[in-house]
């Protein structure tokens, strides 16, 4: 079985190999890939993707080289450390934050240096450099320069006379917070991890209270494996992770000869990261696109071109997800997805009642439900009747209505579901439904009037929006495209930035803007282009949103 390492240092921080030397030993190891994760330096990426570029042949497998990071963070009086994988290492705004953060670093290393220096020792942080050139100083340089000057006679000393945190010559820098780490890895599209959760000895409650803040600021991922966890910390940190709804990391934190015993790929002799855990934090590098239906996705009579069948399955074999996202109930929206042979890989999510339902078409089963009440059900139908405007709900497999008439014809062209009359539309039901559907072909002022009518008693409890001109939508208050999008990409593991979004109506606007790039199609209302990043020069009628899917 291919196994992995994700967390290793080399000598352009505090580890013994340089990145070239990790490369081969990684080799020798047998590892199908390793990250190289210096802390607070990208400087060792390029040598070690260009080591491992060199080595590539058609007879031989080279490990994958993965870039990444470890920053040094402060979380309520602790160091807190944050790993990224597969960073771009080249982005100018990520290197140009981590200079920043590396400058405070220097100031403190030279402060560091005097109290030394006040103490005795003739040291100084150009004499650091000079003995440890291409490096990040860290605690554990200055011990080995004192070391090998004959300051102490072991490591440990220098750490509980000297540079340890409640020792004279100690001075602690200015440091970012774990969640302004989170956010600089994502600005360079990195896959943030938090580092090795039990080293920081915060009880259960405000471990969890940590993690849960850091996946607000986009963390999706913690080290579940590390070397130092007893079998029932591992199940710990798994249980977190699944509790969190966030990935597993592992690695052994590898530094060479400045952590004696300690090696690559096995830690201290029992670790084990298998080529799955890759695996799943690589999805996180996959794309989502949210994609309206009607008006967006489908052409105007509701199908879908063959050659956006085939933009969509190019998009989706690669790795990425498409998910339809409508104000159709879901049988409508199966209905189409199975018709237009949607059936794909990554498209087994969809989002219906304008997002008070998300659905796993896989599992057959709701992901996430909001319901309105059946007393909003019930206040609105007579509201409804006397302003003799036409509505309906829906039970789980029907559409409710009083009657028959021009509003419902006009509906159910489009929406092929069996219809049940009833005159009192909450007695029909046998649970809450999760959309009321007011409809006026002609006028749509006098939906805005309703509108406004009904916000005075409903707006603390429902969200009431246009899909068109003729559609006034009325969901719960928690649903909308927007929080439905921000659920299932974290469901899914992608960072925002990873996330695209395309509307052409009201009800479109949340989840444009929710998406890490809001799309407007050419058809889309003016609000809607407004909220939008990029607007298509084809209309939906015109396979618009082909543009999208043959850009990302």
């Not at 450099?129 to 490096?135: G, I, W």
């Not at 990391?249 to 002799?269: I, Q, R, V």
């Not at 695996?279 to 050659?307: E, I, P, Q, Y």
Request: glycine share 6%; aromatic share 8%; net charge negative.
């Amino acid at each position: 079985m291919n196994i992995v390492d994700l967390h290793v240092h080399s000598n352009r921080s505090d580890g013994t190999f340089s990145p070239s030397e990790l490369v081969d030993y990684a080799i020798q190891k047998g590892l199908s890939a390793f990250a190289l994760t210096d802390h607070d330096t990208v400087d060792g990426l390029d040598e070690a993707l260009s080591r491992a570029a060199a080595l590539k042949t058609s007879e031989n497998t080279i490990p994958e080289v993965i870039p990444g990071i470890e920053l040094s963070t402060e979380y309520e009086g602790k160091d807190v450390h944050i790993v990224g994988l597969y960073i771009d290492h080249h982005n100018p705004t990520f290197l140009a934050r981590l200079r920043e953060f590396v400058d405070s670093r220097t100031v403190r290393n030279e402060k560091m240096c005097g109290r030394l220096r006040e103490t005795g020792i003739d040291i100084s942080y150009e004499k650091l450099q000079k003995a440890f050139p291409d490096s990040v100083i860290t605690r554990a340089h200055y011990a080995k320069w004192m070391l090998e000057n004959g300051y102490i006679k072991n490591l440990q000393e220098a750490f509980d006379r000297y540079v340890g945190d409640n020792c004279p010559c100690y001075v602690p820098r200015e440091k970012i917070t774990p969640a302004q780490a989170v956010e600089l890895i994502l600005s360079a599209d990195g896959i943030p991890v938090l580092a090795h959760p039990t080293l920081y000895y915060l009880n259960r409650q405000r471990l969890k209270k940590l993690v849960m803040e850091l996946k607000e600021a986009g963390l999706l991922a913690l080290e579940g494996i590390y070397s130092t966890y007893s079998p029932a910390e591992e199940r710990q940190m798994r249980t977190l992770a699944s509790e969190c709804g966030l990935l597993i990391s592992g690695g052994s934190d590898f530094h060479g000869g400045n952590k004696p015993g300690l090696d690559l790929a096995t830690g201290y002799g029992r670790l084990f990261i298998p080529q799955e855990v890759l695996d799943h934090l690589k999805a996180c590098r996959g794309k989502v696109l949210f994609s309206d239906m009607d008006g967006t996705l489908l052409l105007n009579d509701s199908t879908v071109s063959d050659r956006m069948r085939r933009g969509i399955a190019e998009f989706t074999q690669a790795g990425n997800h498409l998910i339809l996202t409508s104000g159709r109930p879901l049988p409508s929206v199966l209905e189409v997805k199975n018709a237009q042979k949607l059936n794909l890989p990554g498209c087994s999510i969809i989002i219906t009642y304008n997002g008070a339902l998300v659905y796993d078409c896989a599992a057959q089963k709701p992901l996430l439900c909001h319901r309105l009440s059946l007393e909003d059900v019930r206040y609105v139908s007579e509201q409804a009747q006397k302003w003799n405007l036409h509505i309906h709900t829906y039970s789980d497999t029907h559409i409710i209505a009083r009657e028959y008439n021009r509003e419902l014809e006009y509906y159910t062209s489009r929406i092929h579901l069996p219809i049940q009359y009833a005159d009192d539309l909450a007695c029909a039901l046998t649970q809450p439904p999760c959309k009321i559907q007011c409809i006026c072909l002609d006028d749509r002022q006098r939906l805005e009037a309703f509108r406004r009518h009904l916000l005075p008693h409903l707006g603390d409890r429902v969200n009431i929006m246009f899909s068109n001109d003729k559609y006034l939508e009325l969901l719960p208050k928690d649903a909308s495209k927007g929080k439905a999008i921000q659920f299932v990409r974290q469901y899914l593991h992608l960072p925002v930035s990873h996330s695209y979004a395309a509307g052409d109506e009201e009800n479109d606007i949340s989840m444009l803007q929710a998406a890490g790039c809001g799309i407007a199609m050419a058809n889309a209302t003016e609000d809607v282009k407004k909220a939008a990043g990029i607007i298509t020069a084809n209309d939906n009628d015109h396979d618009g949103l082909l543009e999208i899917f043959q850009s990302l």
